[in-house]
């Protein structure tokens, strides 16, 4: 396999996402592959999130990465649906407070809309949709495969913990009493939204490296 084809693309600037996907790929024992972030590519158009859905999203990102560059690539969209808020923030949990990564303005911005709200109603879900784009030969045609990870918790009333980041410091596990800010890297590896997507992930890692 050539040099490039080993490196797959993480689109992504969050050295954490590149950490825990080569977390995953080791507990996979998957060798072979050396994933580089957007800041070791050259910069190319990147589409807004404009889809309806994290799938939709998280598939035009990997598309987008995997033409660009030539690169086998991978993309995640993830947020937080929470129960009393009809699922939202949704797709929109980035911005949610109107500035784009802003977590702590997007983390009180969801704490004063459920300031009313009892604790068996804060019922919420971290979801991520990861996929896995992957160049044709002729390098037009791009083979998309998209999976879906849910990790059950509920919203605490204020935000605990220093791991993590985004809604992390207020979102407690189901069958837990620590946020997901309190566990260490290991412990959501095991358990998270995106430790689950991209574990799904592993059967087309594994055989794009072996192939």
């Not at 600037?13 to 996907?21: F, M």
């Not at 859905?53 to 937080?80: H, P, V, W, Y």
């Not at 002729?138 to 791991?163: F, S």
């Amino acid at each position: 396999m050539p040099d490039v084809a080993t490196r797959v693309l993480v689109a992504s600037r969050n050295a954490k996402k590149l950490r825990e996907l080569q977390r995953v790929l080791d507990a996979a024992d998957i060798a072979g592959i050396e994933l580089v972030g957007l800041d070791a590519v050259p910069p190319y158009p990147e589409a807004p999130e404009t889809g309806a859905t994290f799938e939709e999203n998280a598939a035009a990102k990997a598309r987008d990465g995997a033409l660009a560059t030539g690169m086998a690539c991978i993309a995640d969209d993830s947020g937080l649906e929470i129960d009393a808020l009809n699922s939202m923030p949704g797709v929109l949990s980035a911005r949610w407070s109107g500035t784009h990564g802003d977590d702590g303005a997007n983390t009180a911005l969801v704490l004063a809309q459920l300031s009313d709200v009892p604790d068996e109603r804060r019922g919420a879900a971290f979801v991520s949709a990861c996929a896995f784009a992957v160049p044709g030969v002729d390098g037009d045609d791009v083979a998309v495969t998209v999976v879906r990870g849910e990790w059950r918790g509920a919203i605490a009333r204020a935000p605990r913990g220093e791991n993590g980041f985004g809604y992390d410091p207020v979102f407690v596990p189901e069958a837990g009493d620590r946020t997901a800010a309190e566990l260490s890297a290991e412990e959501k590896d095991d358990a998270s939204h995106r430790g689950r997507a991209l574990t799904l992930l592993v059967p087309a890692l594994a055989a794009f490296a072996g192939s």
